[in-house]
């Protein structure tokens, strides 16, 4: 992680009047290779801030667009954007989830279409549901990001079982979501 105006008063790209609060934000901050942090860092008139800044937009956009991940011009066209990967979960946990009558026989074949169907379809819903959020954090009133937040982790712990095999439980889905943005 290197930072793209320096932290330190002396460093490379340095900018006596950035606050300390600044320098450690987010878009301060860029994830680049150990041979690249250190040669933009030892040639900073070559790569001034202009130019990396650049190229971290260039790559966030990049990434948002593999997720269709694009900030909205509001939150009601920010909550457009996820409601139908979230309906397309609720109907999938509806019909398979494990609170149905299968879970007396987990070796039925409900139990392995739900697994299919949580891999194929909830897991990237998710990782969609929350690359677009994150996109649009601007549009969150405090209450929501933490909603974002408890959402993020109970993402993890459904990969951590159903990719990973862990046999933790996983966190619950919040309820919280259904409201988000609304």
């Not at 301060?28 to 942090?37: A, K, R, T």
């Not at 819903?125 to 601007?138: E, G, M, Q, T, Y």
């Not at 990001?145 to 990719?163: G, M, N, P, S, Y």
Request: hydrophobic share 40%; glycine share 6%.
């Amino acid at each position: 992680m290197a930072h793209i105006i320096a932290a330190s008063p002396g460093g490379p790209r340095a900018d006596s009047l950035a606050t300390p609060q600044e320098l450690g934000e987010y878009g301060n901050l860029i994830l680049l290779c150990v041979v690249c942090h250190t040669t933009i860092d030892k040639a900073p008139e070559d790569f001034p801030v202009a130019i990396i800044r650049d190229w971290k937009r260039r790559h966030v956009d990049q990434i948002a667009a593999v997720f269709g991940a694009v900030e909205q011009p509001d939150r009601g066209s920010a909550r457009a954007v996820i409601d139908g990967a979230l309906a397309e979960n609720r109907a999938v946990f509806e019909h398979f989830g494990p609170h149905n009558d299968y879970r007396w026989d987990p070796e039925s074949e409900t139990a392995r279409v739900w697994q299919r169907k949580m891999r194929a379809i909830i897991l990237p819903n998710n990782r969609k549901v929350l690359a677009h959020l994150d996109a649009n954090r601007r549009h969150l009133q405090p209450h929501e990001l933490a909603t974002l937040e408890a959402f993020r982790q109970h993402v993890d712990d459904l990969e951590a079982k159903h990719i990973g095999g862990a046999m933790d439980v996983a966190s619950r889905f919040p309820s919280g979501m259904n409201e988000l943005l609304r």
